[in-house]
């Protein structure tokens, strides 16, 4: 039996950085939060709103620079939850989502 780390295809880091999040279908107010773990193609983090496997979201991030030769990067990701974990005493749930696609954005 192959367990999950075997399966994935892009290595995970254990990245704890702020994110901002916001579900696709609602005009809501992005919610900042942080990641737990980042790979090429998924984020973990922390979400204190009920989510739902399937649901589509966008969020931003701030790549530091020690991983992006130096300087920050910014990025807008937009993808579909995968996997909502129980909650957390403290109310939050952990949300794996996957990146489907994103961009980089200029420097504020």
């Known amino acids: 039996m192959v ?3 075997e399966r994935r295809k892009y290595r995970r ?3 704890s950085i702020e994110v901002q999040v ?3 279908k609602r005009v809501a107010t992005p919610v900042k939060t942080v990641t737990r773990d980042i790979s090429a193609r ?3 983090f922390d979400f204190s709103e009920r989510m739902e496997p399937g649901s589509e979201l966008e969020f931003e991030l701030n790549l ?3 991983l992006t030769a130096g300087k920050s990067v910014r ?3 937009r993808g ?3 996997r909502v974990d129980a909650p957390k005493a403290e109310g939050t749930t952990r949300v794996a989502a996957t990146i489907e696609n994103y961009e980089f954005l200029r420097p504020e």
């Open 80 to 82: 579909k939850i995968v």
């Open 64 to 66: 530091p620079p020690e």
């Open 3 to 5: 367990n999950a780390a």
């Open 13 to 15: 880091y254990d990245l």
């Open 42 to 44: 998924g984020v973990y």
């Open 22 to 24: 916001k579900p696709r």
């Open 75 to 77: 990025i807008r990701c």
